[in-house]
């Protein structure tokens, strides 16, 4: 078996060696580790290896702290120290941004990240009856694999979410529509944690009462939705107090359904906001437009800080829910929110002029409306990325096309000890 020295991480947070012509990717391997490994995928150009033997360890190699590490595919990275997570995510944004935009930013933010561990307040679990296992599965799905992971706790869930997965084994095993429960969706707010169960049947009286014990008994709410997320409706306690999350720097609480898109890290999202609007600078008298805005996580801190705040979203259901946060934070007259396709480029086209726009899109980026800045011309834009190669792809076209230039750019660890990387840039005419 060949031996090797490790030279670098790939985007997915493998170990990158260069042997015989080909790049040979080693799952789990760190960087300046000397290793046997075996190939179990060959291509032409490339090919993917697991490790056989560690000969000398890498200085940022670390004890994973999840026991399921390994198996479980939801994380990629623990046998990484967070320094090296972090360089590694900040390479494969710096990489996208000039090998895809031919851009590079004149400053290089410090990176964000809050808690490494028990920080994922949105999850989505899969379940699964299984009778070689001994009964029911809840968990992430296993790695490079449809099956779900044999797992009884998780360290990134936060502590009480990841106490509750055997007593939830032992739910979805006992209630008659078990076959027919494929995932649980966990959502937790500052007061309470909601789960919703996929059901593609109505739960009988018996199932029922299950559930209802079993919210009790935890101290949480329990939603049942049997199509799209819009189906979702709360099943018990009828009296659940509404999910909400706090932004406590702008006095702002933002509440949300279950189903909502929220970020997963209630702590770094706080950072995020704050690095957002530091870069910003929204100030009275001016007009800020926010795109993506969703339940309005960076319009309502806007419009706290004085400026005239505008939230686009295509959801009516999310702009219905960030105009009652407005009402609800007093800032119902600083702040308004209109339905808009922001990936129909005759909408875009017709989007009023700001002074300062941001924009927060989801992996697909937001080319449509990037183009229409050649109109609106906004001199200032901070973009909040979840794809480095999205955000570099409309990069260009700022900087290229419109004369931007590319002010600062830095990763948001939004996601430890997994490969996501999520960014912040700002561009300025």
């Keep these: 078996m060949p031996t090797a020295r490790i030279e670098s991480l790939d985007r997915e947070g493998r170990g990158v060696v260069h042997a015989e012509g080909k790049v040979v990717f080693v799952d ?13 995928r060959k291509k032409a150009a490339w090919e993917v290896a697991q490790i056989v033997r560690i000969e000398k360890e890498g200085a940022a190699r670390v004890r994973p702290l ?94 009480r979410v990841s106490a509750l997965l055997p007593a939830l084994r032992a739910l979805v095993g006992g209630l008659t529509l078990r076959e027919r429960l494929p995932q649980i969706e966990v ?69 949300f359904s279950p189903t909502d898109f929220i970020q997963v890290n209630h702590a770094t999202n706080r950072m995020l906001v704050h690095a957002a609007l530091a870069l910003l600078d929204p100030r009275a008298g001016e007009t800020v437009s926010d795109y993506f805005c969703g339940l309005g996580n960076f319009t309502l801190p806007v419009g706290r800080c004085g400026a005239a705040a505008a939230g686009f979203e295509g959801s009516a259901a999310l702009v219905a829910r960030a105009h009652a946060n407005s009402v609800e934070n007093g800032l119902a007259d600083q702040c308004r929110f209109e339905v808009a396709d922001l990936f129909s480029s005759e909408i875009c086209a017709r989007l009023p002029v700001c002074d300062k726009a941001l924009l927060d ?30 955000l570099a792809r409309d990069a260009e076209v700022l900087v290229h096309a419109q004369g931007y230039r590319l002010t600062s750019a830095g990763v948001v660890n939004m996601f430890p000890h997994t490969s996501h990387v999520e960014s912040i840039a700002c561009f300025e005419r």
């Excluded at 789990?28 to 179990?40: D, Q, T, W």
């Excluded at 697909?364 to 901070?382: D, M, Y």
């Design 28 to 40: 789990g391997a760190v960087p300046g580790e000397i290793l046997e490994y075996a190939s179990y």
């Design 66 to 159: 999840c026991a399921f590490y390994g198996t479980c595919g939801g994380c990629s990275m623990q046998h990484l120290d967070m320094s090296t997570q972090v360089a590694a995510k900040q390479r494969v944004l710096e990489d996208a941004l000039w090998h895809i935009g031919r851009v590079r930013p004149e400053t290089v933010l410090r990176a964000i990240h809050g808690l490494s561990w028990g920080y994922r307040h949105r999850a989505r679990l899969s379940a699964r009856f299984v009778i070689k296992k001994g009964g029911s599965l809840v968990g992430f799905r296993e790695r490079k694999s449809s099956f779900v992971a044999d797992m009884t706790s998780c360290e990134v869930l936060p502590p």
């Design 187 to 255: 959502a937790v707010g500052e007061n309470s944690i909601a789960l919703v169960l996929r059901v593609l049947e109505s739960p009988g009286a018996g199932d029922e009462a299950q559930l209802r014990n079993f919210a009790d008994a935890n101290g949480l709410q329990i939603w049942l939705q049997s199509a799209g997320p819009d189906s979702a409706r709360l099943f018990w306690p009828p009296d659940a107090p509404a999910l909400h999350y706090l932004l406590p720097e702008y006095a702002v609480q933002i509440g």
């Design 361 to 390: 899109p989801p992996r697909e980026g937001a080319i449509e409306l990037v183009k229409s800045f050649e109109r609106t011309r906004p001199r200032r834009i901070v973009y909040v990325a979840c794809d480095p190669a999205t």
